[in-house]
């Protein structure tokens, strides 16, 4: 009896052990089972953050990353995975739509993963942000996303609409067209710009001046080089080889001493370049806020430009400081809170870019207005790697 006393103590003890260890893996299969419910009601999504509180408007952002296993997936502003679709390759998103490529076929996609349009087999929409609610494809044929309806120009090349224009190419002779393939300006400059702020710039007999959405001369022609309007003036050149801003309204010229370069205001800055070279940033009034000290020089965006030093690309605030040291081989415009950037993988012993077939091997990712990474080498990050 003491034995059997003894063993009906010992048996209990590892049963209680067995059935422990088996209610714990029946808990975590039951969670798997639970969490794998859950994304099918979602109808392949996920639960993703308020489009209210993340950007302020009907939709959220989202933006194209490359996981660990060579696969497309949507991610949000915090590096966080939006969708369990996956896709061969995929665009820009903008206005909550982009495009993507899945099993050789293209589509128009929400910011769900959604399959919105598909495209005729063949057709290769562009993978640039959709503008105004239209997917280029090629160089002269866009899909109206608001109508579904695809349009193919008689133009040679066709750019991107802008308040509702855009520019073509015919004849070697520019006009502008609407998103339902109307001809609204006739082909009849040497080349044009963009529409913003109601003007676009365009060339005729040689010289740059500036045409209302009605085609009419808003400035004539009277400069050697123009940029768009922006912020209530425009970056020329005049004649005479001197830089500065005229305003669309009195048309008087604020010039810019020493540039020999000129881009229009953003936020309130302007790249100029020097005769060395160098760009940096002067405001509305032509004074010199950063001094030029950079190879090359993105446009300001809120509070924060794309520069290079010392050949890598960094970011900076208004006042020229460091927000990201310059550590990387690209970065894009902020789309949102959002810039792509990228890095090229290179040999350590021959400090050469590596080569797979025929492209030069990259390792890409995202970095926010702060200056941190949020998604890098195919993962989330939690700090810079």
């Not at 419910?37 to 939709?59: I, K, M």
């Not at 997917?135 to 090349?157: A, C």
């Not at 040689?206 to 768009?228: L, M, N, Q, T, Y």
């Amino acid at each position: 009896m003491k034995l059997v006393s003894k063993l009906g103590c010992l048996v209990p003890q590892s049963m209680n052990q067995r059935i422990r260890l088996a209610s714990k893996a029946l808990t975590a299969c039951l969670l798997c089972i639970f969490f794998l419910c859950e994304a099918l009601q979602l109808n392949g999504q996920v639960p993703h953050e308020s489009p209210v509180e993340e950007r302020g408007e009907d939709r959220p952002f989202r933006y194209p990353a490359r996981t660990l296993f060579n696969e497309w997936r949507l991610i949000d502003s915090a590096g966080r995975l939006a969708s369990l679709q996956a896709f061969d390759v995929l665009g820009c998103f903008r206005d909550g739509v982009g495009v993507a490529r899945r099993d050789q076929g293209w589509h128009v996609i929400d910011y769900d993963g959604n399959i919105l349009f598909s495209f005729p087999r063949g057709g290769q929409p562009s993978t640039e942000c959709p503008a105004e609610s239209t997917v280029r494809i090629g160089t002269n044929g866009y899909l109206d996303t608001r109508t579904w309806q695809l349009h193919l120009s008689d133009s040679e090349f066709l750019g991107p609409f802008r308040e509702g224009l855009a520019a073509i190419e015919r004849n070697r002779r520019w006009g502008f067209i609407s998103p339902d393939g109307v001809e609204v300006i006739a082909p009849e400059f040497d080349s044009a710009g963009h529409f913003r702020e109601g003007t676009a710039p365009v060339k005729s007999q040689g010289k740059f001046g500036f045409i209302s959405r009605s085609g009419e001369w808003v400035i004539h022609p009277s400069f050697r080089s123009a940029d768009v309007m922006s912020e209530g003036s425009a970056a020329v050149e005049r004649l005479d080889g001197a830089w500065g801003f005229v305003s669309a309204g009195e048309r008087r010229f604020t010039p810019v001493i020493g540039a020999v370069k000129l881009k229009s205001l953003a936020s309130g800055l302007a790249v100029f370049t020097g005769s060395d070279g160098q760009c940096g940033y002067v405001d509305q009034t032509g004074s010199i806020r950063i001094s030029a000290q950079f190879s090359q020089c993105g446009d300001f965006q809120e509070n924060v430009a794309r520069v290079v030093q010392a050949g890598k690309w960094g970011l900076v605030d208004r006042h020229g400081a460091w927000i990201s040291r310059p550590a990387f081989d690209a970065i894009s415009e902020f789309n949102g809170p959002l810039a792509g950037v990228m890095n090229w993988v290179v040999d350590q012993e021959t400090s050469v870019p590596t080569v797979r077939g025929s492209h030069q091997m990259t390792v890409t990712g995202y970095i926010n207005r702060a200056g941190k990474l949020v998604w890098w080498a195919g993962r989330p990050v939690d700090s810079d790697p």
